[in-house]
């Protein structure tokens, strides 16, 4: 996939919508958007405002940087990681080790278990 944005942007959107069993109409009421408006934003005849990309990606609990390609994995994204990234940085730098390492831990352990 191309890391245009403006390419990505509307095949990330469709399939998230699509992940997530929405309709266009289903997205443009979470979002309080138009459905020709969701609609417009997946063919990529018009790009999203600022504020209504973030309605967009907190409505498919993914992340802005899924929906404009600068992340690949649709798993795992969303507000929670957001919050999640927002603490971590205000942590010192073995703090942030420390996290790390609980959370390889914790996923080492979470496919062991699947």
Known sequence: MSTNPS???PA???AARGKRALTQGDLARKT???PSAV???ETGARKPSFDNLKRLAD???VTIDYL???VDEFKGVGPTT???HRHIEKLSESDRQIVEDILKSMNTRSRKEE
Request: proline share 0%; net charge positive.
């Open 32 to 34: 309080k958007l138009q």
């Open 68 to 70: 404009l390609g600068r």
């Open 82 to 84: 957001d919050r999640i």
């Open 39 to 41: 609609s417009h934003f």
């Open 59 to 61: 409505a498919l609990e």
């Open 7 to 9: 390419e990505v942007f």
């Open 12 to 14: 990330r959107l469709k």
